[in-house]
């Protein structure tokens, strides 16, 4: 008998702390970023969301944060828990992600992989990304 694959659902406010919970959990944090304050802002957000991959029992094991500019889309903090690796969960949150965007209207989406975290490469190779040569700058805006 197979394990039900976990439902994906738009986050509620009260996950914030399984969510951050599984970020960490998943080495996606960082010293520069609070978690809980990323995903109060997406949810919260015009143009952003927080989905989650709930088990039957209720426990959150997946996540994928969707947010667009207005021109392009971006996923972020594409999680599965280690125990629901390797069972088409990631595959399923990238595409409930790029569904979200498609809804919004966006026609291109992106990602971001840090080096620490190059190991990923070959899955959202998998799903039809690709590396897209650019220089990437950026600015911290508050200090923490």
């Known amino acids: 008998m197979t394990t039900p694959q976990p439902a994906v659902r738009p986050a509620q406010e009260s996950d914030v702390g399984a969510v951050a919970a599984l970020w960490r959990a998943c080495a996606l944090t960082t010293d520069y970023n609070d978690p809980q304050a990323d995903f109060a802002f997406a949810l919260n957000g015009p143009s952003s969301t927080v989905l989650v991959a709930e088990t039957c029992e209720g426990g959150i094991v ?83």
């Open 62 to 144: 997946g996540s994928i944060m969707a947010g667009h500019d207005g021109h392009r889309g971006w996923l972020y903090y594409v999680a599965v828990a280690p125990m629901y690796r390797s069972q088409g969960l990631g595959r399923t949150l990238v595409a409930a992600g790029e569904d979200w965007l498609r809804e919004h209207g966006v026609a291109k989406v992106q990602l971001m992989v840090r080096p620490a975290n190059r190991g990923v490469t070959d899955f959202y190779a998998m799903l039809g990304y690709e590396d897209m040569p650019r220089i990437l700058m950026g600015k911290m805006l508050k200090s923490n």
